[in-house]
């Protein structure tokens, strides 16, 4: 996003702030509503409770006084903590508008990849962590199984809408152009049939800063795209998405299921509702801060 949007004016560290600061926000407020109106009570779930009694899931057990973190607990969240923050750091460095460091050699994508290997070798080292016991884990097997379970149906997806991609592009420019506001829809439903924030970016703003009429000399639409870029996130939408089916394998309790409809999914409600907020935060922030 910040690569489109640097020529008119936006510059990674004021879109980091609008971006973060209004999404941060909109899920502090999802999960309060969640929290206090939602029924999240597992003594309520039929599922749940069918599971207990089969012995399928071990009953809930009350905080014991001798409850120890495995050695090298706090430490390996304190290295994902600093590796987060020089990806946070080298991004902001390599763009445009700040420039300390040049030629960039490794773009935003690339630099992510590196630093995660990195800060995974460093946990691995720092941490003693078994690498021979990383397979056995109950996150490595949920992470593994959604992969698999998802290649065939994120393929057939992209595959489908790439072959549409002009029409998308035409019909997200036409409801742009009449009705600029209605630029987080175009955003929604894209991105819940790309399965990723960064295809829909790419193959949606351009033509809608082409719609908004949007120049470096008359830059006034462009927080319209900032507020909306919340957005894109939908990818929860449809139950196919790695890190979704990942919860739903990881939860052993089987409250976090997918419903006979689809959509019917415990991360629709707060999904929808968290991007609503932020998009309704973002064209009150962004405005302010450009």
Same mark, same amino acid.
């Given at each position: 996003m910040s690569g489109f949007l640097e020529?008119?004016?936006?510059?990674?560290?004021?879109?980091?702030?609008?971006?973060?600061s209004t999404t941060?926000?909109?899920?502090?407020?999802?999960?309060?509503?969640m929290s206090t109106f939602a029924n999240n009570d597992?003594?309520?779930?039929?599922?749940?409770?069918?599971?207990?009694?089969?012995?399928?899931?071990?009953?809930?057990r009350e905080k014991s006084a001798d409850f120890h973190l495995k050695p090298g607990a706090k430490t390996s969240v304190l290295i994902f903590l600093i590796g987060i923050i020089c990806i946070v750091f080298y991004a902001t460095a390599i763009s445009k508008n700040i420039g300390l460091i040049k030629p960039v050699i490794f773009g935003r994508?690339?630099?992510i990849v590196g630093f995660m290997m990195v800060i995974a070798a460093a946990i691995t080292f720092f941490c003693?962590?078994?690498?021979?016991?990383?397979?056995?884990?109950?996150t490595f097997k949920s992470g593994l199984s959604a992969c698999v379970c998802v290649l065939?149906?994120?393929w057939l997806g992209d595959t489908f809408v790439k072959g549409h991609i002009p029409e998308i592009k035409a019909l997200a420019s036409s409801l742009v152009t009449a009705y @600029?506001?209605? /630029? #987080?829809? &175009?955003?929604?439903? *894209?991105?819940?049939?790309?399965?990723?924030?960064?295809?829909?970016?790419?193959?949606?703003?351009?033509?809608?800063?082409l719609a908004l009429g949007i120049t470096p000399e008359n830059p006034g639409s462009v927080y319209i795209i900032i507020a909306s870029f919340a957005a894109v996130s939908a990818l929860f939408v449809l139950p196919t998405y790695p890190t979704l089916l990942g919860a739903v394998q990881m939860d052993d309790t089987g409250s976090t299921r997918i419903g006979k409809?689809?959509?019917?999914?415990?991360?629709?409600? @707060?999904?929808? /509702? #968290?991007? &609503?907020?932020?998009? *309704?935060?973002?064209?009150v922030v962004a405005p302010l801060m450009l």
């Amino acid at each position: 996003m910040s690569g489109f949007l640097e020529p008119y004016g936006v510059n990674y560290p004021t879109l980091l702030a609008i971006c973060i600061s209004t999404t941060f926000v909109a899920v502090m407020i999802t999960a309060f509503i969640m929290s206090t109106f939602a029924n999240n009570d597992l003594s309520s779930d039929p599922v749940y409770q069918e599971r207990l009694a089969a012995g399928h899931v071990a009953p809930p057990r009350e905080k014991s006084a001798d409850f120890h973190l495995k050695p090298g607990a706090k430490t390996s969240v304190l290295i994902f903590l600093i590796g987060i923050i020089c990806i946070v750091f080298y991004a902001t460095a390599i763009s445009k508008n700040i420039g300390l460091i040049k030629p960039v050699i490794f773009g935003r994508n690339d630099a992510i990849v590196g630093f995660m290997m990195v800060i995974a070798a460093a946990i691995t080292f720092f941490c003693k962590i078994d690498t021979a016991q990383l397979v056995n884990t109950s996150t490595f097997k949920s992470g593994l199984s959604a992969c698999v379970c998802v290649l065939g149906v994120a393929w057939l997806g992209d595959t489908f809408v790439k072959g549409h991609i002009p029409e998308i592009k035409a019909l997200a420019s036409s409801l742009v152009t009449a009705y @600029p506001f209605l /630029l #987080a829809v &175009a955003f929604f439903f *894209a991105s819940t049939l790309l399965y990723s924030q960064a295809a829909t970016t790419q193959a949606l703003v351009p033509a809608v800063i082409l719609a908004l009429g949007i120049t470096p000399e008359n830059p006034g639409s462009v927080y319209i795209i900032i507020a909306s870029f919340a957005a894109v996130s939908a990818l929860f939408v449809l139950p196919t998405y790695p890190t979704l089916l990942g919860a739903v394998q990881m939860d052993d309790t089987g409250s976090t299921r997918i419903g006979k409809l689809v959509f019917n999914h415990p991360f629709f409600i @707060p999904g929808v /509702l #968290a991007i &609503a907020i932020s998009v *309704a935060l973002g064209f009150v922030v962004a405005p302010l801060m450009l």
